[in-house]
């Protein structure tokens, strides 16, 4: 059951196969951290769940954020390192900006903003 929903919420957030044919750094960056996903919720119980669900939701941030800059790579000419850069440098506060929040706001106390 746990490996359907997986499944389904990796195909809800999928990449476009002719977008990745022009981007082969950030399809193998994807693959990655879509497995290192799958792991962390195989690896999910009820001891570790504090310390697996802040990267779940880090990695979930990394593959939406992603997915919102693909869509303007090529209007700014970046080129996939400095795509990856901006994906690492900014996910922590993917979750505070949709919220509202500017990055040194404080935020209520939510799972949401407990990223890894």
Wanted: proline share 2%; glycine share 2%; charged share 35%.
């Amino acid at each position: 059951m746990q490996q359907n929903r997986f499944t389904h919420y990796i195909k809800e957030i999928d990449f476009k196969e002719d977008q990745m044919h022009h981007h082969p750094i950030i399809k193998m960056y994807v693959e990655k951290q879509k497995k290192k996903m799958q792991e962390a919720i195989r690896e999910l119980y009820e001891d570790n769940f504090w310390e697996v669900i802040p990267i779940v939701l880090g990695i979930d941030s990394k593959l939406v954020l992603l997915r919102e800059l693909l869509v303007i790579v090529d209007d700014f000419d970046f080129d996939d390192e400095q795509v990856l850069k901006i994906v690492e440098n900014d996910y922590r506060y993917y979750n505070k900006e949709l919220c509202g929040y500017s990055i040194n706001d404080s935020t209520n106390k939510s799972l949401i903003f407990k990223i890894d």
